[in-house]
Nanobody, 121 residues
Framework: QVQLVESGGGLVQPGGSLRLSCAAS????????MGWYRQAPGKQRELVAT???????TYADSVKGRVTISRDNAKNTVYLQMNGLKPEDTAVYHC???????????????WGRGTLVTVSS
């Protein structure tokens, strides 16, 4: 089995910073892309940022310049450094990994349960 566990969410004032972490564990053979998505109340889940196994990154326009995604392949962990947070960044942030589990021939998407980020004064 494979698990993705997020941490680092919380309440922060506008303009503040948070660093989210997501560790993948279990029967993992190989991880391709990893990413962060978010879902605000009453809205659909949306992409925040992704990072490939070689380090290539993509960002949503809404977070460009404020957010940095990174990963530690040795730890199967992906990070999201968020600066200049705005109230509209309030959402549950979910980690995603496109990985191949041991014994499987294919890559599949796995999701964490999410961590809540609330930006409010």
């Amino acid at each position: 089995q494979v698990q993705l566990v997020e941490s680092g969410g919380g309440l922060v004032q506008p303009g503040g910073s948070l660093r989210l972490s997501c560790a993948a564990s279990g029967s993992i053979f190989s991880i391709n892309a990893m990413g962060w998505y978010r879902q605000a109340p009453g809205k659909q889940r949306e992409l925040v940022a992704t990072i490939g196994s070689g380090g290539s990154t993509t960002y949503a326009d809404s977070v460009k310049g404020r957010v940095t995604i990174s990963r530690d392949n040795a730890k199967n962990t992906v990070y999201l450094q968020m600066n200049g947070l705005k109230p509209e960044d309030t959402a549950v942030y979910h980690c995603n990994a496109h990985l191949q589990s041991r014994g499987s021939l294919f890559y599949s998407d796995y999701w964490g349960r999410g961590t809540l980020v609330t930006v409010s004064s």
